[in-house]
């Protein structure tokens, strides 16, 4: 296997500038991509101050697009940042990735995107066979059917406006935008439930 950091660079990272690649194994059917941030600071995303001085680090496993029929993992060390305004309530942060993912996530942005777009082809079991067969692999695109219907679920509220119905104390939105016409139908004012705004 070809462990040159530039040849991996521009293989795994396109276009995203601010990772580096340290070493790179495969084992059992999985490509691993040990990576660390590039730049020397970052800024707090409350005050805006720019600090390079670190406080702590750890690693955080992402799952990526498979590559050749094989499972890819980037196994990425962060930083923790100390922020040293006075007057800022955050003491620590740590070094954001936005490019590659978003925070608190265990899949990479692509890997997501190519999870939503089969969850809104193909939602439940279908696209849950066709996210498995796509991967070719037990470490790769591989969801459970409700991960892939709430995935696709998710990008279909946010296209449209909420239709917000109080129900038994709590507020709740139809999960698919084609819904919509059936809380029309279904809610009324009279049965203690409410339609949506127009």
Sequence with gaps: MQTDASFWDSLVFDGIDEVDVEAVTAVFGTVEVVARGRVAGAEC???GRFSNRVHDR????LKDLPLAEQGFVIRL??????????????????????????????FTTRLN???????LALAGRAGARLAGWLAGCPAGLRRGKDDLATQGHGIARSAVQHAACAGRGRLRDPPRADLLHRLDLRGSPSRGRCAPDA
Aim: glycine share 2%; net charge positive.
């Design 45 to 47: 995303p409350d005050c």
């Design 58 to 61: 750890y690693h955080r496993r």
């Design 77 to 106: 060390m962060v930083r923790r940042f100390i922020c040293r305004a006075a007057d800022c309530p955050r003491r620590t942060f740590a070094e954001p990735f936005s490019r590659l993912a978003a925070p608190y996530a265990r």
């Design 113 to 119: 995107h190519a999870l939503e777009r089969v969850g």
